[in-house]
Nanobody, 120 residues
Framework: VQLQAFGGGLVQAGDSLRLSCAASGLAFGSYTLAWFRQAPGKEREFVAA?????RYADSAKGRFAISRDNANNTVSLQMNSLEPEDTAVYYC?????????????????WGQGTEVTVSS
């Protein structure tokens, strides 16, 4: 199983950014896909998850949107109104049998991360 995240970069507060993650080696449609993030010196935290429905962290509600394309084995995270507090390395993950879980331990497969930096 491989998950490859891309789309990170340096943006200014208020800007938008779209992250994507390409998956291979798994029955993509059977997995819950999620995005987590890890800021410097902090633990990895849940951002959003999608199976046939979605779930968001409070910090992401109203600003971020997760989507999936089962035909192309990709999951994306549209991030709007970015804030400096959103600065982190963002990781995509896949979990089988996970009901939109929010814990890192529920996901068995992880991408390498893509860095997002939001300047004020």
């Amino acid at each position: 199983v491989q998950l490859q995240a891309f789309g990170g970069g340096l943006v200014q507060a208020g800007d938008s950014l779209r992250l994507s993650c390409a998956a291979s080696g798994l029955a993509f449609g059977s997995y819950t896909l999620a995005w987590f993030r890890q800021a410097p010196g902090k633990e990895r935290e849940f951002v959003a998850a999608i199976y046939w429905t979605t779930r968001y962290a409070d910090s992401a509600k109203g600003r971020f949107a997760i989507s999936r394309d089962n035909a192309n084995n990709t999951v994306s995270l549209q991030m709007n109104s970015l804030e400096p507090e959103d600065t982190a390395v963002y990781y995509c993950s896949a979990g089988y049998g996970v009901v939109l879980g929010m814990q890192t331990g529920e996901y068995g497969h992880w991408g390498q991360g893509t860095e997002v930096t939001v300047s004020s």
